[in-house]
């Protein structure tokens, strides 16, 4: 018999007690947390079972504040984009930087002026990502924690092509918010 998973099955406890961490997050949600201000922007529907998920992955302490919406708007992508836009008012420009590892996320960050990166080693593709014009992809979280020798790609906005980047990231911890 095929198991269909649908967003209310999604939602289950016995379905989020599944949910694990990729490699290196914690590590990198520690390194960033103690010198950036973290924002979790998510649309998850249920805050209860949100709550539940970050207590048990253990990832409450990372985060200044945790922005979540049950709307239901299409694009879906302007969900994000409407509760960040709000979050910050005027404050969003390229200082900010938008880490994800979908396409719909990166277009946020780029519609809102943020620097992007995209992360591989999520649910999308390389060509997906590229699609969606980050500033920089990088192979995994974990590369994300050493900024002076961290392996990005930088893909050329002009170009279909992808180069390495002749810098780290840059990434600015003096912020207003």
């Not at 649910?123 to 050493?146: A, Q």
């Amino acid at each position: 018999m095929q198991r269909i998973f649908t967003k209310s099955i999604i939602k289950e406890d016995y379905y989020l007690s599944n949910d694990c961490l990729q490699g290196g997050v914690i590590e990198v949600l520690k390194n960033f947390s103690s010198k950036y201000q973290l924002v979790l922007v998510t649309l998850r529907r249920s805050a209860t079972q949100l709550n539940k998920q970050l207590v048990n992955l253990e990832l409450m302490d990372y985060f200044v504040d945790i922005l979540s919406s049950g709307e239901d708007l299409n694009p879906r992508w302007m969900i994000k984009y409407n509760l960040i836009r709000e979050y910050m008012g005027d404050k969003h420009d390229s200082s900010h930087i938008l880490i994800s590892d979908t396409e719909t996320d990166i277009k946020v960050g780029n519609k809102l002026g943020f620097k992007t990166i995209g992360v591989l080693n999520g649910i999308r593709t390389r060509e997906l990502l590229i699609i969606s014009n980050p500033d920089f992809i990088c192979k995994s979280v974990g590369d994300l924690l050493n900024l002076e020798t961290i392996d990005i790609v930088e893909v050329k906005k002009n170009e279909n092509t992808i180069c390495r980047s002749e810098s780290p990231v840059p990434i600015n911890k003096n912020r207003n918010r």
